[in-house]
């Protein structure tokens, strides 16, 4: 499915970040461990295990996540959580349905790592940003 992000006559480039908080810096993670680390798999970066934090505070931002990233639909994302969790034990990522809540938890938790749209982030941008994970197509 290809989502396209329209604000007005003319669509506005959005891009989908990983972060952190503001001095963790890990290496950047391939698509693989970006889909593992949202199902609750184990990644590690130095021998920590990254601790994911879902974005649900908005709708379109947590729905490019699901599509774009994990290649799934919401249903199908809280199936493989609920069958991962019972076959295996897999606990399922924290979902913050709030975005200040979001970023507090990520400044003070030293491996956490979630996403969000860059213009999402308000004025404060005081957070360490990993990698792009996903950009709209523009016309």
Not at 105 to 117: A, E, Q, R, T, V
Request: aromatic residues 10%; contains cysteine; glycine residues 6%.
């Amino acid at each position: 499915m290809h989502l396209s992000i329209a604000t007005s006559a003319y669509a506005e480039e959005r891009r989908l970040l990983l972060i952190t908080k503001p001095d963790y810096k890990p290496s950047p993670l391939d698509k693989n461990e970006l889909r593992r680390l949202f199902l609750g798999i184990p990644v590690y970066r130095k021998g920590e295990r990254l601790i994911p934090l879902v974005n649900k505070s908005g709708d379109l931002c947590y729905q490019v996540f699901l599509q774009s990233i994990l290649g799934m639909s919401q249903k199908r994302y809280e199936r493989v959580l609920v069958s991962g969790f019972y076959r295996q034990g897999v606990r399922s990522p924290t979902v913050y349905t709030s975005q200040d809540n979001l970023l507090l938890d990520l400044k003070n938790k030293k491996l956490g790592i979630s996403f969000l749209f860059d213009n999402d982030s308000g004025e404060e941008k005081n957070f360490n940003v990993v990698q792009e994970i996903w950009v709209s197509d523009t016309p």
